[in-house]
């Protein structure tokens, strides 16, 4: 079988050869997204943007924003010395929206880097013709899916769309998975495909423990009570109403355990329902959406995440943080191989198994020491996830 190439590069050489050379001005990119209104993609894009000002590491980014719309992050974006560029129409205007890309792509970019997986088809044909050096596909989702409500149009246009994007100079992906979706059982051309993982921040992770008493005091929970923390958004993708059946499982073996939900989603009210249909809403919490999410981490004991079987999720930051949060992982088939460390402490579950055979997991687990967040910490400095090798593996792809 023909393997997954993963883009890997020791740290810091882009930046010692444009020491070297004071006058290389770096290559001037342009990045077409959704918008940036904290997504996965435009979150990590930004964590990268604010690696590299740390470091002295100069970049030539511009934001393409497909739907138009400011975002929660431009200004983020524009201190960190990015431009920021709104589509003129939607993509439900496709005459109009190409032509308004091609406009600006006429501005003379190097490099033209798209994250809509097989959306950027497209997208790609804004660029025909134009003196742009490369093109880059970045995959970051395994299901291939077209906003569409129309199953006929999803039958008409996904193929020739994935055929388009192969035609990229470069395609992507976040996950050897991933990638091997969108190839589809093509070969892997190590010149043209190759894995980039996001690079994970540890700063969040590191340093004092948080107080655990303190965290369950203002939830108005006991002291000793085990935390089954969801943390993410709360959608049927990430199937967070089974979190509660495990849950109503688990207390059935260990009374004092609670549910704590960090995240927000059209399942919110489903989500507490279900706690009451199944006697377990005084032992739910429901969060809301929060930006200390690594802190919440740190203080609970498992990280469940149930998502379905078919697709499989595209990566998995947050199996990532959970790790160097020194969480014990219940997660379905659904989440790939290549979020895990070799010092995870996980079960891998299918979700044919009842909520009680997750449950028992779950509780033969808390029997065992925690795992150790200061060697997961090694772990992902070690890894193609450390902030120095993702962000050269990035520069490497716009060269």
């Known amino acids: 079988m023909t393997s997954i190439i993963e883009l890997r590069r020791e740290p810091a050489p882009a930046a010692a050869a444009m020491a070297a050379e004071p006058h290389a001005r770096p290559p001037r990119v342009i990045h077409i997204v959704e918008n940036l209104n904290r997504q996965a993609v435009e979150n990590w894009l930004i964590r990268m943007m604010r690696h590299a000002a740390a470091r002295g590491t100069p970049l030539d980014w511009t934001f393409y924003c497909t739907l138009g719309q400011p975002g929660a992050l431009d200004g983020a974006v524009h201190d960190l010395g990015s431009r920021i560029v709104y589509s003129p129409c939607s993509i ?55 906003p569409t409500p129309a199953k006929w149009k999803w039958l008409a246009l996904r193929e020739p769309f994935r055929q388009i994007c192969l035609r990229a100079d470069r395609v992507v992906g976040i996950s050897k998975h991933t990638l091997r979706t969108m190839l589809n059982g093509r070969p892997v051309d190590a010149a043209k495909h190759c894995v980039h993982y996001y690079g994970v921040d540890p700063a969040p992770f590191d340093g004092p423990i948080p107080d655990r008493v303190a965290f369950r005091r ?125 010092t995870a402490a996980f079960r891998r579950m299918p979700l044919s198994a009842p909520a009680d055979d997750w449950a028992r997991a779950a509780a033969e687990m808390l029997a065992t020491p925690a795992p150790s967040a200061g060697a997961a910490l090694a772990a992902l400095a070690a890894s193609p996830m450390d902030m120095d090798r993702a962000l050269e593996g990035l520069m490497a792809l716009h060269k």
């Open 92 to 146: 439900s205007e496709p005459i109009r929206f190409v032509k308004g890309l091609r406009e600006e792509l006429r501005r003379g970019y190097d490099v033209v880097h798209y994250h809509h997986d097989i959306m950027s088809a497209p997208e790609l044909l804004a660029a025909l013709g134009l003196p742009i050096r490369k093109t880059i596909v970045h995959v970051h989702n395994a299901d291939l899916n077209l």
């Open 218 to 342: 203002e939830l108005g929970l006991a002291p000793d009570a085990p935390i089954l923390l969801f943390g993410g958004r709360i959608v049927p993708e990430k199937n967070p109403v089974f979190a509660v059946d495990v849950l109503a499982a688990l207390r059935r073996r260990e009374p004092r355990a609670v549910g704590v939900f960090a995240g927000a989603g059209s399942l919110e009210a489903t989500v507490v329902e279900r706690a009451g249909a199944l006697g377990v809403e005084n032992s739910v919490r429901m969060l809301g959406w929060r930006d200390d999410l690594p802190a919440v981490m740190r203080c609970g004991d498992w990280f469940i995440l149930p998502r379905p079987e078919q697709p499989m999720e595209g990566f998995g930051l947050a199996v990532v943080e959970a790790q160097l949060a020194g969480m014990r992982l219940l997660v379905s088939r659904g989440v790939p191989d290549d979020p895990f460390l070799p």
